[in-house]
């Protein structure tokens, strides 16, 4: 969660951010007893716990679907998670691999996250956590890291 914290305000460069140059130090630490690659998984919007369980009711309701997606999401800052990952990934001289879940939960036509499906099965559990509907829905990402090791 600190990750997505802003920097302080005379910091304009990432070798100036201090929540970066931990992660850096700990990437560094991590890929030097590392045989092939490090994984990271890039940051989407949290959920909002609250409204897991109202899904299928606000679609009875005919509530429209990018509504119900605006009030599923926490977009807490993980734009700013994004950015430290893709400059750690930069960083990390061709030994990582930025693993990113948001084409699979990014509606382009609507520019909403959708963490449904049509039905109203939510991706995520109240804890925070994926559901079974939800890793399958992501399954191919690793599947496909899997295919390319």
């Known amino acids: 969660m600190s990750i997505g914290a802003r920097s302080p305000k005379h910091v304009t460069t ?44 606000l679609m ?26 893709a400059q750690l990934i930069k960083d990390c001289n061709g030994k990582c691999v930025l693993v990113d879940y948001l084409p699979d939960f990014y509606n382009n036509s609507t520019k909403t996250f959708r963490y449904f499906d049509d039905r109203g099965f939510s991706y995520w559990t109240d804890p925070l956590h994926l559901s079974p509907h939800g890793i399958e829905h992501i399954r191919h990402v690793w599947t496909d890291i899997c295919t390319h090791l």
């Open 14 to 57: 990432f070798d100036q951010d201090p929540i970066y140059q931990v992660m850096k130090g700990q990437m560094l630490k991590f890929i030097s007893n590392i045989k092939y690659k490090l994984f990271i998984l890039d940051s989407i919007p949290r959920i909002n716990r609250k409204i897991i369980e109202e899904i299928v009711q």
């Open 60 to 85: 009875r309701n005919h509530t429209a679907l990018e509504q119900i997606d605006n009030l599923l999401i926490k977009p807490d800052n993980f734009e700013m998670v994004r950015k430290r990952n």
